[in-house]
Structures are given as C-alpha cells and as structure tokens.
C-alpha cells in the first residue's frame, strides 16, 4: 500500500496511490492538514483505514505534499552509513569520528520544519550563511507500532513503511557547528515524498538508492551495504527513548555527495535533484 499526501482543487487531501504510482485515491479525512500521520496512528490501534471519498486522479495533476507535512518530531537521521561516503568524507566530515570499529552509529536530529514536498523548491539560504549546499539521497524509515529498548531482533515488526528524503546539507555551517543540527535544519532542508510504501510491499534491508544532480548520476548504493542496518538502527534510537507512530529515521547516504568530489561541488540556483529508490518511486526538486 502506498499512502499520500496532495492537493487538489483548494483542499488538502490524504489517500492511497496506485501499484503503478499513477492513480490516487481520496480517503474520507476530517483534517488532511498533518498528512498521512493520523492513518500510521489509526492502524498502528488496529483501526481501518478510512473509506474512499471521491474519484480517482491521474497523481501528475496532483500537487504532492510531503507524506508527512509535519513530521511528529524531529527525524532521527544516521550519518557515516556506507563505507564508502564514509571513506569519501573521512578527512572531512568525519574526520573526528572515524573509528577502527564501529560499535555505535552516529546519530544526529533534523528539524521536522524544514520537510517540504516531493517537487517543490528548496529556496537557497542567504549566500552569507552558507554557500556550501550539499545533497544526501536517503531512504527513510516511518515507525508503526512504537516502543522503548526495542531489541534488534523485533525491531522490523515496528517499521511501518518507508519514504525517501533529501537530506540537503550546508557543509560549511555543518563544519563550522559540528554538532551538525544547524547545518542541516534550514528552511526547505527535507524534500520528503513521494508517498510512504508499506513495509509490506517493499524490504528497505534490500533495496537500490539513486541520487542525480541535472541529470549525471552522482549517487548509486543498496541500502545492504549499510554498516548499521535498520533493526540496529531502530534498537538504537529506541534505547532509552520512546519512538511513536510517525516517527521518522532517515539511514544514512551512499557515496557521491558533492563534497566528496575532487573539487567539491556544491548546489546552486538552477540546479536540479532527483533521488530514486526502487519499491518507492521518485523525487526531484529544484534548487533556487
């Protein structure tokens, strides 16, 4: 099942989206304002989904939203992932935190505020804040059935569905703060879309990861190769902590950001990013 988020003819609208991606079915929603969150609530208790309301639409009329508009929280986001966007970036961003063995993921929060939709665009920060935009192609993880200290080994009944987000990064401030949050935070920092897949249709432990920049394929890994694979990811952000339904995980980006490119190169007015993860689908937004 694919759950989304879009307006149509003056109103904000949740519902399912075809097999094909290409049809979008209305659910009977009170307040369509938080996007699919109060349908991961209801089912997470049980609940069915809420009865269609209204004739299907070809998705490409529909102005997409971000599944979830805004997130319950803060998203949990994993960074240092893939060996290779770690090795990339080893005298860099990692280059305090790069150890023989990895007994724990690095984990930082973004700001849920900063999530906007599938295809709108990210408005560049003032040029005398940063001028090193970069881009992170991800798969996300949305949490179902919440928990506290959920061991590694249930962690995968607890994984509603999964997303995909750019997790767009102003490098210099990231360097500059070190504790990472402020550099990846700015307005418009999170395209999120374009629907949430249900983890029963879709395995993300197994799935391909694509990110473009105008068109050249800059990133290419399979979630498989991630050092710290979703239950682990989930036990860990569970310690301690109660995750809710609607919870969000980002995991981490392969190889091939612009910062790890000899020159580095960074995102400016005009350009254009699509990230694609198989079982998911598409997103793309433009940089202005």
Request: with cysteine.
């Amino acid at each position: 099942m694919r759950l989304a988020s879009w307006s149509w003819g003056g109103r904000e609208h949740v519902g399912t989206i075809s097999a094909d991606g290409r049809e979008a079915t209305p659910l009977a929603c009170r307040d369509a304002s938080a996007g699919v969150l109060p349908l991961i609530r209801a089912l997470a208790q049980g609940e069915p989904l809420p009865s269609p309301s209204g004739a299907r639409l070809p998705v490409e009329v529909l102005d997409l939203r971000a599944p979830l508009p805004r997130p319950l929280r803060s998203l949990f986001c994993v960074g240092r992932n893939y060996r290779a966007h770690a090795n990339e970036l080893a005298g860099t961003v990692f280059r305090a935190s790069m150890p023989e063995s990895d007994p724990w993921p690095i984990v930082f929060g973004k700001l849920g505020e900063c999530v906007i939709g599938p295809r709108d665009p990210v408005r560049l920060p003032n040029p005398k804040t940063t001028v090193q935009i970069d881009y992170e192609s991800e798969l996300a993880v949305v949490i179902g059935r919440g928990g506290r200290d959920i061991p590694r080994s249930h962690a995968m009944d607890h994984v509603f569905g999964y997303t995909i987000v750019n997790d767009v990064t102003a490098r210099d401030v990231q360097m500059r703060h070190q504790q990472w949050d402020l550099g990846k935070s700015f307005d418009g920092f999170c395209p999120m879309g374009p629907w949430i897949v249900t983890a029963d249709e879709m395995d993300g432990r197994a799935t391909r990861v694509r990110g473009w920049v105008n068109g050249a394929l800059r990133q290419d890994g399979q979630t498989k190769d991630m050092i710290f694979d979703i239950p682990t990811l989930i036990e860990t952000c569970s310690r301690g902590i109660t995750l809710f339904p609607g919870d969000v995980i980002a995991t981490g980006t392969p190889a091939g950001v612009g910062m790890g490119l000899d020159p580095p190169q960074w995102l400016g007015a005009g350009d254009v990013v699509r990230i694609e993860i198989d079982g998911i689908g598409v997103i793309e937004n433009a940089f202005e």
